[in-house]
């Protein structure tokens, strides 16, 4: 299987072609520049070549390129070499420098450019092209601007022999805000996504994550490595996680001297609660479970009973789960002494680690204030009537007075 991403680098700077996702099986890395099939090693891990003071391996697998020239804008190609499979990393290195001499290909796509900058009556020194290229100087332009209004409906290949040595500007643009590190959990919850974004500049920035020094990128527990222009995402096995690592993530363009970074530290989820619960037959009641630290966020599940803690409670019928940000609220309606008494399992899981946190509830039986009432009056006035026959048989009198 093969992969390619396109690295832009700056004449005379340092450029890290990264060879992404080496097997921790692989008995050799090795660097062509062009085909692997038609060109002679470049690099490898493993056999001594020439010296050349410019070229270097960074941790047996990525190759660091310093004092770029023009000349070394091309295709590379990072091959490991396995017992049984070959894979394959192709980059695309451009250098940018003052003026490049544009590619016969790129012509049809410039004409068609200019056609539609004149085809708006615009007669600009410099034709108007999609970010990053600008044309500066002309030549051998036979009809000047006369064809300029017909442009947009001719083929452009009709112009490819009226146009030579067209210049361009590889224009650079550096991001005007620093990168953003967030952590999220995989879809299953069990691996950590790292997310690194640093966008608006042009060309793309080269996003790295490490951790406590090391490089994620070849690393055994790094599941997959993706990058969508901008963005940045490793996804790590989080069987090799742990309570407040630090992870950062370095960028670097070609326009900035400097490497800014951002971090993310991760964390185990941390649990509180209310007091015990009591609910009379018949009533509801609410359990809260509250989570007060975990990064990346947190599930949390409702687990019935201590002997069960498997059985996890699924939201219906008489049982409402309801979780606003880093609270869940368990309620149950109609409160059963048999079947909803005991310990409930306020579960809460990160790929860092999991918490448990248990929320008893007690239910009784509901007081019958009528009985109570009844009984309370019949007392008293056997209260009365005893007094009153006690006094009688001491004191006849009494009665009559």
Known sequence: AGTEEVVFGKAGGTVLLLCRNVSKEATEVVWFQGDPHSFPPLFSSRVT???????????????????????????YTCKEVLNKTDHEHRVRLLVASKSVLLSMDFLPWVLLSIGQSCGNKLFPPCASLPRGLAVVAFAGWPPAWSLCTALQSCAPLRLLGKVSNLVLFLTTDPPHSSPKCWAESSLSGLMLQLFCSWPG??????????????????SSWVISSSSSSDTHVETLNSSH???????????????????????????????????????LLGDNVTLMCHVTEGTPAVRLTWLRGITQPEVEVQPGGRYLIVQEGNVSRLTIRNCSQSTDGGCYVCKAQNPVGLRELFVCLTVKQPVNIVGVVGAVVVLSLLVILTVTGVVLYYNPLLCLR
């Open 241 to 279: 996680l742990s309570h407040r690592k630090v992870f950062k993530c370095v960028g670097s363009h070609v326009v900035e001297e400097e490497e800014p970074s951002c971090t993310v530290e991760i964390k185990l989820p941390s649990l509180e609660s209310e007091p015990p619960k009591t609910c």
């Open 201 to 218: 500049g042009y060309p793309h920035p080269t996003l790295h994550w490490r951790e406590e020094g090391h490089d994620l990128e070849n």
């Open 49 to 75: 070549f020439p010296p050349d003071t410019r070229f270097s391996l960074v941790d047996n697998s990525s190759l660091r390129i310093t004092g770029l020239r023009v000349q070394d804008e091309g295709n």
